[in-house]
């Protein structure tokens, strides 16, 4: 017994003098770590009370958000993960990048408010040409909005200028594809795009995009969320040109360093209960 309080105590002293990162005191106060060194990135869109494929309530986000901190997640910045895929600087046990699509203004009406309450932050990925005009039906964030929420830590990137839609490929509109990876029909030249056309409309929209992002949030960060998901080569190289340097796809998986190409895993849907939202974090870590 005297062995033990002995062996007990000289822990004691040991953590007490022995220097530990805040991340291996994280570590510590919370679950043991199931993955490291590698990065989860979860991916949400719009968030109402009345859930559909691609939205889901402020009540399963909590829980989520939740179920993240009591069970050991550590969530980092989109700033920090991009210098963990580029640089391989470290990050904590169990780390998890949030990002949300499109620009919606539930974001900061209902996310935002939940993830303050467990200290995370989390980058939007928005549609440039809707925060600019307010042209659609579900209302999207605008600049002064994002930029109060950026002076509290949350980001902003492209999800690009107005290339996040599907268009029809032929003259019947029988066929139609994302316009980002795809040469379109012109209906009032009674053609489909050159690859000229194609991808000089492709690069005005990610020099565009960037432009605006730097002019009124002041970003040196520069990322993008492929619209769908879907994306080529071409496109990917022009967005590069425009000084692009991560890409953030729909593939799920989990992120190890050394990649410009991003996995993320859809946990923005209703068909997630909360058994189900841990059971995926595990599958993957």
Same mark, same amino acid.
């Given at each position: 017994?005297?062995?033990?309080?002995?062996?007990?105590?000289?822990?004691?002293?040991?953590?007490?003098?022995?220097?530990?990162?805040?991340? &291996?005191?994280?570590?510590?106060?919370?679950?043991?770590?199931?993955?490291?060194?590698?990065?989860?990135?979860?991916?949400?869109?719009?968030?109402?009370?009345?859930?559909?494929?691609?939205?889901?309530?402020?009540?399963?986000?909590?829980?989520?958000?939740?179920?993240?901190?009591?069970?050991?997640?550590?969530?980092?910045?989109?700033?920090?993960?991009?210098?963990?895929?580029?640089?391989?600087?470290?990050?904590?046990?169990?780390?998890?990048?949030?990002?949300?699509?499109?620009?919606?203004?539930?974001?900061?009406?209902?996310?935002?408010?939940?993830?303050?309450?467990?200290?995370?932050?989390?980058?939007?990925?928005?549609?440039?040409?809707?925060?600019?005009?307010?042209?659609?039906?579900?209302?999207?964030?605008?600049?002064?909005?994002?930029?109060?929420?950026?002076?509290?830590?949350?980001?902003?990137?492209?999800?690009?200028?107005?290339?996040?839609?599907?268009?029809?490929?032929?003259?019947?509109?029988?066929?139609?594809?994302?316009?980002?990876?795809?040469?379109?029909?012109?209906?009032?030249?009674?053609?489909? &795009?050159?690859?000229?056309?194609?991808?000089?409309?492709?690069?005005?929209?990610?020099?565009?995009?960037?432009?605006?992002?730097?002019? &009124?949030?002041?970003?040196?960060?520069?990322?993008?969320?492929?619209?769908?998901?879907?994306?080529?080569?071409?496109?990917?190289?022009?967005?590069?040109?425009?000084?692009?340097?991560?890409?953030?796809?729909?593939?799920?998986?989990?992120?190890?360093?050394?990649?410009? &190409?991003?996995?993320?895993?859809?946990?923005?849907?209703?068909?997630?209960?909360?058994?189900?939202?841990?059971?995926?974090?595990?599958?993957?870590?």
């Amino acid at each position: 017994m005297r062995m033990k309080v002995i062996a007990a105590l000289l822990v004691i002293a040991i953590a007490i003098t022995w220097p530990v990162s805040q991340y &291996e005191l994280n570590a510590a106060v919370n679950k043991p770590a199931h993955y490291k060194n590698k990065v989860i990135v979860l991916m949400y869109h719009h968030i109402d009370g009345k859930e559909s494929e691609a939205t889901i309530s402020p009540s399963r986000f909590g829980t989520q958000m939740k179920l993240l901190k009591e069970n050991g997640y550590n969530v980092i910045s989109v700033e920090q993960f991009l210098d963990f895929m580029q640089k391989k600087a470290k990050v904590p046990d169990n780390a998890v990048v949030i990002t949300f699509d499109d620009g919606y203004e539930s974001f900061d009406q209902y996310a935002v408010p939940i993830m303050k309450k467990y200290h995370f932050v989390a980058t939007h990925f928005i549609i440039g040409s809707s925060s600019d005009k307010q042209n659609v039906q579900t209302k999207h964030l605008n600049w002064d909005t994002m930029r109060k929420l950026k002076a509290e830590g949350f980001s902003f990137y492209s999800h690009t200028y107005n290339q996040h839609d599907y268009a029809p490929l032929d003259k019947k509109g029988r066929k139609t594809g994302p316009k980002l990876s795809n040469p379109i029909y012109l209906k009032d030249k009674g053609r489909a &795009e050159t690859q000229k056309e194609y991808l000089a409309r492709v690069e005005a929209d990610a020099q565009l995009m960037e432009k605006r992002l730097k002019t &009124e949030l002041n970003n040196t960060y520069q990322m993008i969320a492929f619209p769908y998901g879907v994306f080529n080569r071409a496109a990917k190289q022009l967005e590069k040109n425009a000084g692009v340097t991560l890409f953030f796809t729909t593939q799920p998986g989990i992120n190890k360093p050394g990649s410009d &190409e991003v996995f993320r895993l859809n946990a923005g849907t209703p068909a997630l209960t909360g058994s189900k939202f841990l059971g995926m974090m595990k599958k993957y870590g």
